[in-house]
C-alpha cells in the first residue's frame, strides 16, 4: 500500500470520539510510520457519539471525497420514546418529557413509512451547518437562536428491527443518502408519533461498498501499521523530504 501516492481505507471510529479527532490520530500514526507527512481526508463527519464505518482517503486519493460523500449510507439506530434532548442524542440531558401510553409497534410501523422516499428534513441545530459563515452548533454553545431551513434528502429503506415497550425503546436499521441527519430522524419519528424522541445509540454499518467487516480497527490501527506497510526509509523518499529527514 502507498499511502503517500493515495489509498482508501475504513476505520471503525470509537464513541465519544469526533471524526476530525480519529482523523488526526489515524494522520498521525500514518506520518510517524512513513517519515513524512500523509495527507488525509474523511468521507462524510460521524457524531462524537456514533460509532463505525469512517472512509479515509491519503493522497491523491482525497481528490474521491466528493465521489464518496454521494454514496448510501446504513445505520442502526436506537431511539427511547416520550422524551426529547436539545441536540437530539445524550450528549445533552432530557429537557421535555411526553406520553407514550398510546405508542404500539403497529403505529411505529405504520409512522415509519412515512419517512420512506424523498423528503424534507431540517437539520439539528447542533451540527455543523453553517450559518453566515459560523457553525450552527457554535451558535448554540453560545445561547443564540438558530433556525435551519429544511433540506431535500432521501431514505431508501427504514427497518423496525426491535422495540421494547416497557422501556418505550425501539431500534431501526436506516438505509439513506447524503445530508441525512439520524439525530432529525429521531426527532421526526417522536413528533410522528405524537411524542418525543432521540438517539441513545448510532452505529454506521456501511458506507457505499465498505462494511463494518471492512474496517480497521482504530484501537489497534499501529498494529495494522506495522503488519501491512513497510515504513519508509531515506532512500524511498523524495530528495527534498530526504534531506530534511537527515538533518532531524
Avoid at 512513513?34 to 481526508?41: A, D, E, F
Avoid at 411505529?108 to 441545530?125: N, R
Avoid at 454553545?141 to 415497550?165: M, W, Y
Wanted: net charge neutral; hydrophobic share 35%.
Amino acid at each position: 500500500m502507498n499511502f503517500l501516492q493515495g489509498e482508501i481505507i475504513a476505520i471503525d471510529k470509537p464513541y465519544r470520539m469526533s471524526s476530525f479527532g480519529a482523523l488526526a490520530h489515524i494522520r498521525y500514526l500514518l506520518s510517524h510510520h512513513l517519515g513524512q507527512k500523509v495527507k488525509v481526508g474523511h468521507a462524510g463527519t460521524l457524531d462524537p457519539l456514533a460509532t463505525g464505518v469512517l472512509i479515509l482517503c491519503t493522497g491523491r486519493c482525497t481528490k474521491q471525497i466528493e465521489q464518496l460523500q454521494s454514496h448510501s449510507k446504513e445505520y442502526t439506530a436506537t431511539l427511547q420514546l416520550g422524551a426529547t434532548t436539545a441536540s437530539y442524542d445524550m450528549e445533552h440531558e432530557v429537557n421535555h418529557i411526553f406520553p407514550t401510553e398510546h405508542i404500539s409497534r403497529e403505529t411505529i410501523e405504520a409512522v415509519l413509512k412515512q419517512f420512506v422516499g424523498d423528503i424534507e428534513q431540517v437539520p439539528p441545530t447542533y451540527s455543523a451547518c453553517k450559518i453566515d459563515g459560523e457553525r450552527s452548533y457554535r451558535l448554540r454553545r453560545n445561547g443564540e437562536s438558530v433556525q435551519l431551513k429544511a433540506k431535500n434528502i432521501h431514505i431508501d429503506e427504514i427497518e423496525l428491527t426491535a422495540f421494547d415497550a416497557e422501556k418505550m425503546q425501539l431500534s431501526i436499521r436506516v438505509v439513506c443518502g447524503k445530508g441525512t441527519y439520524i439525530r432529525a430522524l429521531a426527532r421526526d419519528i417522536g413528533r410522528a408519533l405524537n411524542s418525543g424522541a432521540y438517539l441513545t445509540a448510532l452505529r454506521r454499518t456501511r458506507t457505499g461498498s465498505y462494511s463494518i467487516a471492512d474496517c480497521i480497527d482504530y484501537d489497534h490501527f499501529q498494529e495494522w501499521l506495522d503488519a501491512n506497510v513497510t515504513p519508509s526509509s531515506p532512500g524511498d523518499m523524495p530528495e527534498a523530504t530526504k534531506e530534511n529527514h537527515l538533518k532531524n
